[in-house]
Each structure stands twice: as C-alpha cells, then as structure tokens.
C-alpha cells in the first residue's frame, strides 16, 4: 500500500481561466512559481526529508534551492522561467542498517513566466530487504550464541567482517535488516553458525545473487528431520523477488486560491468573489460552511465545474443574508481520491445589523444602542428599524462612529419585550433580521407573603433566607405582643395559602407600656430602650425601571385612643420609595427623623417615590396600585435600594393611633 508521505506540488487552477497566482508572490517579468506545502500524513519513517531544486542548463543540473526540514519549505516559491529537476530523499543511506530506510524520487518539471508550476514526485525505497526467520526448533535444538551474518560480498569473511572491510548485519533473532549495495555490487553472501550439543558446530551458507532494491529476500532456518531419521538444520532461501510496494507519495494537498484577488486578505460580503479549487486527484469532498457543494443548491453560491479536479466557487452577497454584521471566517473543506485534504478560511467583513449586547441597552434608563457594521464606502441613508410586536416599526437614522460601525439609539427600551431589529441601507432591506427578548424585571423578595418563620418572635422570610422584610416584633416580644404575624386569609384568586397581618395594639409589662402601631417594611430594626430604630431600604438589583407597586389589602381604620398627636380617625400609610443606595434611619426618640410623605420630592437620594395615606376602610380584599412619580433631578441615577412600607396606623412613630386598626397585605408586585 503507498504510504502519503509529505507534498510538494503547485497550485492548480481550472483551464478555462489565467493561472493568476496569489499576488502575495512577488515575480519578475521573467519568472513564473511553485507551490510547495509539505504534509505529513503517515508514520512510514520519520528521518530527514531533503529536497533539492536543479535548474537544468542542458547537461548540467545546477543547484537553485535547497531545503533540509519540512518546516523550512515555503508557501510559494518563485523561480526563472526555464526547465528544472526537485530531488527529494527521506530517510538516511546508510549500506547496512537494521534502523534506516532510505527512499529516493525525483521529478522534471518547467516553469512559464507568470504561471505555477505542478509537480508530483514519487520517493520509491532504495534499499534491499533481508529477512532471517528462526524456527522455534533452532532455538530448541543450538546452543545459545547461533547467528546469522549477511554481507555485501561473494563469500564469508570473518576477518574483512570484524574490520570492517565488508559491510555486513548479524542477526542473532528473526527481523529484517536494510541494505543499499554499492554500484557494481549485486550479492549477498549469508552464513549462519550455531553449536548442537551432539553434531558439534553447524554452518550454513549460500549466496543471493542479482539482488534488486526495493525487494524484500526471506532466510528461514529451523531443524527437522531427514530420511534415516537424523535430525538435520534445514536452510531455505525465498529468491523469488518480493517486490515491496513502499512508497512515499509527494503529492499536493487541495488549494483555494482567489481568482484575481489575494485570498489571504479580509474580503468583503458585498463584493462578489470567485474562488479557484484545485486537486491533483478527483475532489471527492468540497464543502463551505458544511454546506454541500457538490449537492448544489446553497443560496449566494455558485458553482462552476472545470473537471473532476477543478472547480470555480463563486460567492456573492446573498450567502450572508443569514449573517449578523462583523467579521466571519468561511470555511473550505476539500478532499481528493488520493487522500488529500484542506480547511481553508477566509476572512470576510460582513455589511449587516450585529447583535445586541448586554452592554448595549439598560432597562433601567429604557436605552439600547443599536449597532450595524457597515462595509460600502458609497453607502447613504443607513437606518435601523426596531419594533417590539412585529407589526408597527421605528425607523432611526444611523451615525457613523468610524471604522465602518454605525450607532442609533432607542430611548423606549423596555423589560419583558420581544423585540426584532434590522438594517435599512439606502431604502432597501438589508441582511438578517435579529431578536432580543429582554428579560423580566426584578421582583420584590417573598412579595407573596409565603415565607416566614419564628425564632424568638415572628419573621417575615422563611429560615436560612437572606431577611429582606422586617417587623417591629422584636420590640413586641419585649411585652409579650405580636404586631405582625401570617395569616391563612387571603386574598380571591391567590396562588399561595399565606398573607400578612398588621395589628396596631397597646403593649405593656408591669403597668409600663407604649402604643405600637402594626408594620411590615424593608429595613433593619433596633430597640433603644422602650423606644424603636427603624433603618428603611434594602439593597434591590433592580433590572429595569418599574412603573408602579400592586399589591392586595383589606384594612380597619379605627377611631385613635392611644396618643395625643392626632385624634380622629386612624390612618393607614403605605408607601415605596427607590434610592441612590441611601437608607432612611427613624428614631422615635427623635420627631426631626421621621419620614414625611410631602418631604420625598425633594429628600436627599430620593429617585422614585409613591404612596397612600388616609383613613380609608376596605373591609374586603382590594387590589390597589401606587404610581411611581421619578424625580427629573434623579433622572440619571442609578438606583440601590428600595424602600417599602405598610402600617394601618400611620402616627404610629408618634405612639399614636387605635388599637381597632388593622391590616392584611398580600402579593405585593413592581409593575413595569
């Protein structure tokens, strides 16, 4: 079986057009080029390749190139035009080896001015195979110390061996030993000798005459017995030549070469461009992309054939209608009968819209920059066109930003969307239409009211959970109250079984006592003495910029019999507010720190505010949504955190209000 080495050959174009080569290879007027790429694809040696390139000048062979590794040989290789012969060795010559083998191929070939040269080159074995095969009964019936000599003479010498006057193999096991014999010489003398511990010393030899290269000659030697019954060393010599099919097969691998243009360069998806494909066997494989080109039918590609080892692929702009804008490679597979094969990319820069980033628009300011790579120079009126149902679409001038990159800016960017966006050049739709579904803005954490669990007194978050609700219910346990507490009355519909329960009650111990006013908030809170330290705002990520609050409720507002700072009826306060990261800190002791509503349009790191208060009564479950009012001097801050609160009495910072007013809250929701 021929064993593909390594290839030198040339690139190959379809007849029916120039042998334009790559414009990479710099040419005189006078010179044409080769190809050479070197591939190593068997294991058949692994010793030196050297490869020689003569200029022929009638009978003489001056050496031009000279290369001693495969690594050093070049892509391309330019040379005057005129007739030459490449040499190639592999292997090292050694006249008697039992490691090397030594192959030897060379091949004429003319360069034209202006045109590539294509050579194959077959490296056929030089050297001559010797075989010595022992029977299990030599080593059964000698003793230790048989051998076998083979050498390049017409007799056995010991003395001419031993000095080295005779080149020679001893073979002391069975295996195979190389030999290269010296021009005139055409023998091989073997001789074998052993030791039986009967017959004494036993000696066999005969001589192979006109031996040939690349043949293989096979010495069995092994006992048995003759005629009488004796037992005797039978020799046989296999003269019958074995030819050795060993071959290295120099031969080019596929190429791709541009048609007129240099393949190498970055091309460009609006320009329509026309590829070469050439093998020195039949191309049984060519794909693009994975795309089948033999089968046919690829949009934007067509293809030309020459004959069963070239083809023309032309791609033009319509092969990238399914491509975002940007740099791409496209990728060429070749493969050919003799095993040669290619994966060739070219780069290309594509015209169209690319694709949004998560650095490119913010749900929160409800911006996204939309980008298009532009690669006409002559391009006018670059628009993109976004919509978010598909139906009706918005149309936005495109800017320049250099290097081909053109930006427009949507300012109505908004959460849980499916947005479509495309490219619009000079009127005309352009490339691929692309898809962004945004994400869902962030919800408030066990806004549901389904978690909870009691340590010393009740929490609002289940056990193990990061605390984002807090109650007053510390400074309850104090006096044995529960201001805030779960409740299996929920409201119409509702997906869970729990809601939340805001007593305002009168909580004493041993005749001492304060008003506390049921809550339920996002903070942190501390007891000074038998007063409370509310801290308003948790960290939130918020994802996007909410419209408003829902939730659900049912409340009593009872007439206030605890406290002097208001008299009346009761007022239940909800409110939300969205923060720079400040955090609002309410001492009871302290009137100048309590949270005004009328103060939060002007409070320090206020971004959002919304809420309700009054003496409103909802005996039955309600639905009720607070609108989000955006401070224009805060409009471009991001937000940190987020305060929430509820209370159905809203003096209760006084230690004020009824002890008949009371709250359920359930499925607290940001609206976006």
């Known amino acids: 079986m021929k064993k593909i080495f390594a290839i030198l050959g040339a690139v190959l174009v379809l007849a029916s057009c120039s042998k334009d080569i790559d414009s990479t290879v710099v040419m005189t007027a006078s010179e044409g080029a080769m190809r050479l790429g070197v591939a190593m694809q068997s294991d058949a040696v692994e010793e030196d390749v050297v490869i020689k390139i003569y200029k022929v000048e009638g009978q003489e062979q001056n050496l031009v190139r000279r290369y001693e590794a495969i690594g050093d040989v070049p892509e391309y290789l330019s040379l005057l035009q005129g007739d030459y012969v490449v040499k190639v060795q592999v292997g090292q010559k050694s006249v008697a080896s039992f490691d090397h083998k030594y192959y030897l191929g060379e091949e004429s070939f003319t360069i034209e001015a202006g045109n590539v040269a294509s050579v194959t080159v077959d490296c056929k074995l030089q050297n001559s195979i010797v075989k010595v095969n022992y029977d299990a009964t030599v080593a059964e019936k000698l003793e230790a110390g048989y051998f076998t000599n083979v050498s390049i003479a017409e007799s056995y010498n010991a003395d001419a061996i031993a000095t080295g006057d005779i080149h020679s193999l001893r073979f002391d096991d069975s295996k195979e030993g190389y030999f290269i014999l010296p021009e005139g010489e055409t023998s091989l003398f073997w001789h074998f000798e052993g030791t039986h511990p009967v017959e004494g010393e036993i000696v066999k030899e005969a001589v192979i005459e006109n031996v040939k290269p690349a043949a293989k000659y096979t010495i069995t030697l092994k006992y048995s017995k003759d005629a009488p019954g004796n037992l005797v060393l039978e020799a046989t010599v296999d003269e019958s030549i074995e030819e050795v099919d060993d071959t290295l097969i120099f031969s080019p691998d596929p190429t791709v070469m541009g048609n007129g243009f240099n393949e190498k360069e970055l091309q460009l998806s609006i320009t329509e461009r026309t590829y070469n494909v050439s093998a020195l066997a039949n191309i049984t494989t060519l794909t693009l992309n994975d795309h089948d080109l033999l089968a046919g039918g690829v949009a934007g590609v067509s293809v030309a054939k020459g004959d069963d080892m070239n083809y023309q692929v032309t791609i033009s702009s319509a092969f990238f209608a399914t491509y975002v804008g940007g740099a791409h490679d496209v990728m060429f597979h070749v493969e050919d009968a003799d095993g040669g094969k290619l994966n060739k990319a070219i780069g290309y820069n594509v015209q169209g819209i690319m694709a949004l980033s998560a650095e490119d628009y913010s749900l929160w300011f409800g911006t996204a920059t939309f980008k298009a790579n532009i690669v006409d120079a002559a391009a006018t009126s670059v628009k993109i066109a976004y919509s978010a149902d598909g139906a009706s679409w918005t149309e936005m001038d495109a800017v320049a930003m250099g290097n081909g990159i053109y930006t427009a800016q949507s300012t109505d960017f908004a959460c849980e969307k499916s947005y479509t966006y495309k490219l619009i050049v000079g009127g005309v739709e352009y490339g691929k239409t692309l898809a962004l579904t945004t994400a869902a803005g962030a919800q408030i954490p066990n806004g549901d009211m389904e978690r909870w669990h009691t340590a010393s007194w009740v929490l609002p978050y289940g056990k193990g959970d990061t605390p984002f609700w807090l109650t007053g219910n510390e400074g309850g346990a104090m006096v044995s109250a529960t201001l805030t507490q779960s409740s299996d009355d929920v409201r119409p519909g509702s997906a869970g079984t729990k809601s939340a329960y805001l007593k305002s009650q009168y909580a004493s111990m041993m005749g001492i006592g304060k008003f506390a006013a049921g809550n339920l908030f996002t903070g942190t809170f501390a007891l000074n003495g038998m007063d409370g330290m509310v801290t308003f705002g948790r960290d939130f990520a918020f994802t996007a910029k909410p419209k408003s609050m829902s939730f659900w409720l049912k409340n009593n507002e009872g007439t206030i019999d605890q406290g002097s700072h208001a008299s009346g009826t009761d007022i239940m306060t909800i409110m939300v507010i969205i923060t720079d990261g400040t955090s609002y800190t309410v001492n009871t002791k302290d009137e100048s720190s309590f949270l005004k509503m009328e103060d939060l349009a002007t409070k320090s790191g206020v971004i959002a ?59 607290i929701v940001l609206n976006y």
């Open 609 to 667: 505010y919304g809420y309700i208060t009054g003496s409103h009564q909802h005996p039955e479950w309600t639905e009720k949504t607070i609108d989000l009012i955006y401070r224009e001097d805060m409009k471009n801050i991001k937000p940190k955190k987020l305060v929430v609160s509820f209370t159905p009495s809203g003096y209760g910072d006084y230690f004020c209000g009824s002890t008949n007013s009371w709250m359920y809250v359930d499925d």
